[in-house]
Nanobody, 125 residues
Framework: QVQLVESGGGLVQAGGSLRLSCAAS????????MGWFRQAPGKEREFVAA???????YYADSIKGRFTVSRDNAKNTVSLQMANLKPEDTAVYYC???????????????????WGQGTQVTVSS
């Protein structure tokens, strides 16, 4: 059974930076597609970024140019570097894994089999 654990969330002022990490246990993730999603209060979970084992990367338009996703297969981790944070980035951020590395849309929550518990990111104005 795969477990994903996010870390690195916290409170930051607008314009600041945070780095989220997702550590996996129970399985090597090197061949899997990994995604980041977020969910703000009262809103649906939305796509943030994804990275395939091949290195192909996808970003939501709302964060493009500010966030960077990366993976370290040797450490079995995926990271999300967030810069120039805005109050509207406030949300619980989730790491997700697609074990089949399928060609379903990276932006769809249904494309992923495993989810972490989430980490809170709060951006103050």
């Amino acid at each position: 059974q795969v477990q994903l654990v996010e870390s690195g969330g916290g409170l930051v002022q607008a314009g600041g930076s945070l780095r989220l990490s997702c550590a996996a246990s129970g399985r090597t993730l090197s061949n899997w597609r990994m995604g980041w999603f977020r969910q703000a209060p009262g809103k649906e979970r939305e796509f943030v970024a994804a990275i395939r084992w091949s290195g192909n990367i996808y970003y939501a338009d709302s964060i493009k140019g500010r966030f960077t996703v990366s993976r370290d297969n040797a450490k079995n981790t995926v990271s999300l570097q967030m810069a120039n944070l805005k109050p509207e980035d406030t949300a619980v951020y989730y790491c997700a894994a697609d074990r089949l590395n399928s060609y379903s849309p990276s932006s769809a929550t249904t494309s992923y089999d495993y989810w972490g518990q989430g980490t809170q990111v709060t951006v103050s104005s």
